[in-house]
């Protein structure tokens, strides 16, 4: 009997073809093993997001967290059923590595701290998935995806909406040409934070405001509706209110040119809540409305409403496409090159604001 | 008996005062003649949106028509039961001032002929409606508005939007407040246009593409969303197609900075159908999608839909409104200084992009 044709026998995924290292002795009847997450920073986007996601995942489970905070600590292991020996602080997070439980490190800090706990992770021979934008410039992601390769690990950037269904269509309709080529797209996401205790709006723990957290969204929807990567930029910083935003944009407004001709205006903006794709093809043209937040898209075209069931949590797939990507040994689809992308582009678009200059890219 | 109690019991609208000169001999109980409207040049736009929309009219009428083409003459003067004695050519144009059918002349020609035909048909007595964008730049605008001065005729640009029930009920959120102050605009207007023989797409005739024909669309939108004047832009334009758009842009992105802080960013585009509208207050939105075509706007907000009946031609009510202002002798609302404002932005925008500077804007 082939391998295949008996893990299809024992009912298990198709798809879900495990290393030994990884189901610890294969080609036993028994389910295989999820791998395991630790979540490091127990965050809203941990509580609400991930760790409800994590119920809900096939081939991966919420099997420890890291937290500089013991209260978070008491209360997620008595919610998830943590064991003791699985929790980890930033102290002594390095001994992450001799826990056979614990196969991904799930990094959800602080932006500034992207790159030092993913290299920690990779050093401690754990894959990672590090949340978005990946780091805080180029250099850094550089830094990440070469640990994660000499460690032997896989990194993947917590893109989400690589797995959403109205963003699979808006890509698949923009990149299969299903309307004619993509000649404008408009992308905005914005919402109201005025709040200068918050880590985001801190330019060294954020990075720079709504172009690091709120432009991921805006580059990636622009970028994979068009189905190229952007040539040159040009951008505008705005500020209302100094005495909150010291050194950082409030506003930044960003214009891509992609080789094929296609150009796209964006708006990220701490002002107010936007939250907007569109492409347009000629005389046809799609679009989501909302778009890009957590809890469920709304889609029309020139052909009708774009509508899929929106699943509770795009993290499950997101998560469990990158377990599955460990499993087969593949690269991740929301890989750390896809990640440094990204931040070529935010550097570049921070430049021009800056400057006031186009700025070209390289990549 | 006082005169307006006449007048409203002779079934008259308690609006509509009119001046002896007007009505021939007021104090009669027939109702008051309608104003006669010439259209001056008999393309799309009259054919199928100005002259339906003058059979509707309450105050004026479809009374005669300029143009250069003999079998147009013959055709519209079957139609609408013209007399010869109201149709001229750009010849004999200036005998119109000898025909007292005619009270307005509605200038539908090419941008570059706006401000010549304004002036002459000032100075031949008529009140004048341009069609938008008033002219191709500034100095035009002064002339056209000194001319009617001068002649002591009113002058309005054919902003059908000004009377239009959605594009009301923006202003109203957006000045009023209602869901507070507006903080970032998007509006955007498109369509494809690739045709080099159409006079939009010749620099001369129509001053400059897609900025000058759409571009009033989306700055209108923003300035009177926001119920502010933009005091800074900048702007960025594109060709894709250089064997088309030889001399203009195909694309002009601008970003308009409000003195309140309110910021707007705005597409115009000849490569694709756009037509967007939404504004942002914090946490409150609304928006209209198609916001700018002559067929009607839907619109939607974080308290639900905005939608009103849409009359078939908005034209009627702008026309009308006209005539009102030229009856009460009241500044029309869709004035010629507000033409003027259009320009001195649409001018910093061209130098903004042609510079790649931030250029300031005063009125």
Redesign the interface.
Known sequence: MHRRQFLSQAGLSSGLLLTSSLNRGSFSATPPRKLGVALVGLGNYSTHQLAPALQETSLCRLAGVVTGTPAKAESWAKKYDIPEKNIYNYENFEQIKYNTDIDIVYVVLPNSMHAEYTIRAALAGKHVICEKPMALNVAECKDMIAACREAGVKLSVGYRLYFEPHHLEVRRLGTEKIYGAV??M?T?L?F?MADPTVWRLNKKLGGGGAIMDLGVYAIQGARRGVGELPVAV?A?G?V?DKTIFKDIYE?M?F?M?FPG?A?S?S?T?Y????D?L?A??????FGLQPAFNATGATGDS?AGKISFPTPPYQQIRQMDAFAQSIIDNTEPLASGEEGLKDLRIIEAIKQAADT???IKIEY
């Open positions: 000649k404008m408009e905005s914005g109201s040009t505008q705005y209302r506003t407004l214009q040119e001709g150009i205006n708006t903006t002002t107010s809540y936007v907007r569109y347009t093809t000629g005389y046809r043209w020139s006031g200059e186009r």
